[in-house]
Nanobody, 126 residues
Framework: QAQLVESGGGSVQAGGSLTLSCAAS????????MAWFRQAPGKEREGVAT???????TYADSVRGRFIISRDDGKEVLNLQMNSLKPEDTAMYYC????????????????????WGQGTQVTVSS
């Protein structure tokens, strides 16, 4: 299993930027695929972006062109650079990972991921 700890959340005005980080540890195989998800109050958790070991990235339509996912396996860190933030980006953001045997790294649906961090809150004010 992987252990995932998010950081970097906070409050920002619309149009601003924020970078989230996820410190990863544990079985490297369980971190082959990594992703960011988010959950707004009263809504289901949704995939934001995923990244494979080889650096192939997938983005949700709602964040494509504004968010950038990256990973540094040497430092065991996953990042999410968020630019041009909107009030609708307000949510709890979660780091996730999985072994490749759980299926494609490019799935954005929650049910395809099995390792989760505790989350970090992002609040965007208008």
């Amino acid at each position: 299993q992987a252990q995932l700890v998010e950081s970097g959340g906070g409050s920002v005005q619309a149009g601003g930027s924020l970078t989230l980080s996820c410190a990863a540890s544990g079985n490297p195989d369980s971190r082959a695929c990594m992703a960011w998800f988010r959950q707004a109050p009263g809504k289901e958790r949704e995939g934001v972006a995923t990244i494979t070991e080889g650096g192939i990235k997938t983005y949700a339509d709602s964040v494509r062109g504004r968010f950038i996912i990256s990973r540094d396996d040497g430092k065991e860190v996953l990042n999410l650079q968020m630019n041009s933030l909107k009030p609708e980006d307000t949510a709890m953001y979660y780091c996730a990972s999985k072994n490749i045997f759980w299926g494609s790294c490019r799935y954005l649906e929650e049910r395809h991921w099995n390792n989760w961090g505790q989350g970090t809150q992002v609040t965007v004010s208008s």
